[in-house]
């Protein structure tokens, strides 16, 4: 079977909640790989970038984001060809984004949400399908806007 990584990054306005999502992931044996910050003062669209390189050359399958409020993670992903990141702060966007949008990186505010909330986030992004059907028509054209300069 196809191994699937995970890829996990933040700036330091979500790393106590990164480090907490890794300690759930590691209890539930989830593989992923941490592509940092430890904690310091960083820029966040470096660790989104490295996180959506990983996704892109397919070293992972899909990435979680974490900043202040999820909303500089998402809009540094969302520059990169074939991430489709959604900033969720609630369980139904989390669902509804892998089911409409196959939303492949779960953008998260560490000051915004709590962990539990954050927590069923991450178990609704990595456990929902993408529904297909007149959904890919619509990703596809997501898809062809990364032409677009
Ligand atoms: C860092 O202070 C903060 O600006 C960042 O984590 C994020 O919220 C940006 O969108």
Redesign the pocket.
Known sequence: MEKKILAIGC????YELKEFIKDMLDAENVEYKDFGCDGEPVN?PDYADKVCRAIQSGECYRGILV???????SMAANKHAGIRAACCSDEYSAKMTRQHNDANVLCL?G?VIGFGLAADMVHIFLNTEFEGGRHLTRVNMLNALDNNK
């Open positions: 700036d330091h306005g979500g966040y900043c202040g409020t999820g909303i500089g993670m505010g000051r």
